[in-house]
């Protein structure tokens, strides 16, 4: 149990373009997912709390503009890169906690995204 | 803001070879996690472990709350165990504060 999945697992795209990542809890139900951001030989850092049916909270120096989040059900969070520019690649990593089992916390994946 | 360090930041071995990695954390602990990052970037969990002691096969971690650190046990070591190892601290938002991580490398 306890499995999150991201789409897509890379993605490129051209500078100005716009990239949805999805986030899915499989198995269970999270009324909160995280996003965080890896750079290359770096550890994780919190983009931004997303909470099912409200807005999500951005980490001090996130744009909330530029990385747009929705977490528009129990089960389905998103995130937005809009405008990307050369600076936003990066690798792109959610997880979720059940809500009705502690704090635990499950990762996703990631999505490796590159912009050209 | 909450600390994580976490030691050594690189760790080379010899398959067979034992090892322990140290998380040293700033604040009270009400969730603590160990992971390994694949090469392909998957976080997997290996431990939830705020406090007490837990082993899973030839893993094993052990948290000391009151001295604000964490152990991670790895025994006979493989060369699939080669890695980044990270260890996270909750936050108060029930995030995931990260350590730098342990890079280890097992050699055949």
């Known amino acids: 149990g306890a499995v999150v999945s991201q789409h897509p697992s890379w993605v490129i795209c051209k500078s100005g373009t716009s990239v949805k990542i999805e986030c899915r809890s499989l198995d269970f139900q999270a009324t909160t997912m995280f996003w965080y951001r890896q750079f290359p030989k770096q550890s994780l850092m919190l983009m931004a709390t997303s909470n099912e049916g409200s807005k999500a909270t951005y980490e001090q120096g996130v744009e909330k503009d530029k990385f747009l989040i929705n977490h528009a059900s129990l089960t389905l969070s998103t995130l937005t890169v809009t405008s990307a520019h050369p600076e936003d690649s990066s690798f792109y990593i959610c997880?979720?906690?059940?809500?009705?089992?502690?704090?635990?916390?499950?990762f996703g994946p990631g999505t490796r995204l590159t912009v050209t | 803001g909450i600390q994580v360090e976490q030691s050594p930041p690189d760790l080379i071995l010899q398959e067979g070879a034992n090892s322990t990695l140290r998380c040293n954390f700033s604040d009270s602990v009400n969730n603590l996690q160990w992971f390994h990052q694949n090469p392909w970037g998957q976080l997997i969990n290996l431990f939830y472990?705020?406090?007490g002691t837990k082993q899973n096969g030839r893993l094993s971690a052990t948290t000391v709350a009151t001295e604000r650190y964490s152990l991670l046990y790895i025994s006979s070591s493989q060369t699939t165990d080669s890695g980044v190892y990270f260890c996270?601290?909750?936050?108060?938002?029930?995030?995931?504060?990260f350590g730098k991580g342990t890079k280890l490398s097992v050699k055949p």
């Open positions: 997880s979720a906690r059940d809500s009705g089992q502690g704090s635990e916390q499950y």
């Open positions: 996270a601290l909750g936050g108060s938002q029930g995030n995931l504060i």
């Open positions: 472990i705020p406090s």
